[in-house]
């Protein structure tokens, strides 16, 4: 199993940058992959980033060129570097892992607000 813990959210002005952290911990070895995805109010829940476990990232075209997602495997911790936020960007962030078997773990998300 593996739990995921995201913090870093809170209230931005347009135009700001926030990171986002997400600390995992159990049975890192079985990572395949983490992402982060985002639920804006009364939308669906969207991919924005993701990062495998050789590093190698994607990205949603809304954030590409203002998001960042990087790792550090000594802290077991995933990142989202985030500039230049628009309101739009308002959302609850929600760590994923997904394991080589190809389960998938849930933080419990963290809220990011952008204020115009």
């Known amino acids: 199993q593996v739990q995921l813990v995201e913090s870093g959210g809170g209230l931005v002005q347009a135009g700001e940058s926030r990171r986002l952290s997400c600390v995992a911990s159990g049975t890192l070895s079985s990572i395949y992959g983490m992402d982060w995805y985002r639920q804006p109010p009364g939308k669906q829940r969207e991919m924005v980033a993701s990062i495998t476990s050789k590093s190698v990232t994607s990205y949603a075209d809304s954030v590409k060129g203002r998001f960042t997602i990087s790792r550090d495997n000594a802290k077991n911790t995933v990142y989202l570097q985030m500039n230049s936020l628009k309101p739009e960007d308002t959302a609850v962030y929600f760590c994923?892992?997904?394991?080589?078997?190809?389960?998938?773990?849930w933080g419990q998300g963290t809220q990011v607000t952008v204020s115009s």
């Open positions: 994923r892992a997904v394991l080589i078997n190809g389960r998938v773990y």
